[in-house]
């Protein structure tokens, strides 16, 4: 046998674990028989071209719930006020002490590390 060229297609639901792999176009009939959830699946896609599979309006609920569908921002920087220079020289000497902290855990030299 020299060359066989086989499509397969695999259906999964983006919130539960039902997921189906066959040989498209053959198996076609044979798998939506076997696995009806196929027949209530829904497609949604979001304005930034993401798109999720849902095999029911549960999982659809479900997917809704966490937010995933919203489109994601880009961090707002705040701009600070009032006593700005104090927390600009905050912001410098904690900066200043993780590069150094850094330095000496590369340098494999006992190091102060402050999580926040």
């Known amino acids: 046998m020299g060359v ?5 297609k695999t259906i999964t639901c983006n919130t539960c674990e039902k997921t189906v792999t066959y040989q498209h176009p053959q198996e076609l009939t044979a798998t939506v028989e076997a696995n009806p959830w196929i027949k209530t699946s829904r497609f949604v896609q979001t304005g930034d071209q993401r798109t999720f599979l849902y095999c029911s309006d549960l999982c659809e609920i479900a997917g809704i719930e966490t937010k995933i569908h919203n489109v994601q921002e880009a961090p707002k920087v705040e701009i600070p006020t009032g006593g700005a220079q104090a927390q600009i020289a905050a912001a410098a000497a904690a900066a200043k002490a993780a590069e150094q902290a850094n330095k000496a855990l590369h340098e494999g030299k006992p190091a102060s590390v402050k999580l926040s």
């Open 4 to 8: 066989v060229d086989a499509q397969f």
